[in-house]
């Protein structure tokens, strides 16, 4: 049987629930939803609310550099690199608003390797952001 590793990457900003942020089965890597929130404030980059919940700055491009930060954040402390990504499921909980936006700084970040990919719209993510990644990498022995 594989060996499997927990991996906690302490750069990356903590999960919102019980689980790794990633997990190593033998040379293949599984990363947990990976969201845009600062690892250091746990804000979310772009976005602002008042206090009664209504958002007053709302920076989907922001979001978006976050979250494929934190990713890399995530492979780094896995002792991978963006080159090993091979699968990336993206959620955006507005598909009509983003995708175009996503979908031009995605190119900008995977001009070398091109992962497959799915993008699936969403009601809500479990804390106000905007997009989340899960990826799926594999780590040359």
Excluded at 100 to 125: H, M, Q, W
Aim: aromatic share 10%.
């Amino acid at each position: 049987m594989a060996k499997v590793t927990k991996i906690d990457a302490d750069k990356a900003p903590k999960p919102v629930g019980l689980y790794p942020h990633a997990r190593r089965v033998g040379n293949l890597l599984f990363l947990s939803g990976i969201g845009p929130r600062d690892p250091e404030t746990n804000g979310v980059p772009g976005l602002e609310q008042s206090k009664s919940g209504n958002f007053t700055k709302f920076d989907f491009e922001a979001q978006c550099h976050a979250v494929f930060k934190n990713v890399k954040l995530v492979l780094e402390a896995s002792g991978a690199d963006w080159n090993a990504l091979v699968d990336v499921t993206v959620f955006l909980t507005d598909m009509k608003r983003d995708f175009d936006c996503y979908n031009r700084i995605y190119a900008e970040y995977f001009k070398d390797n091109l992962p497959c990919r799915t993008t699936v719209g969403i009601d809500s993510l479990p804390t106000p952001i905007a997009i989340e990644l899960k990826c799926m990498a594999v780590i040359e022995d």
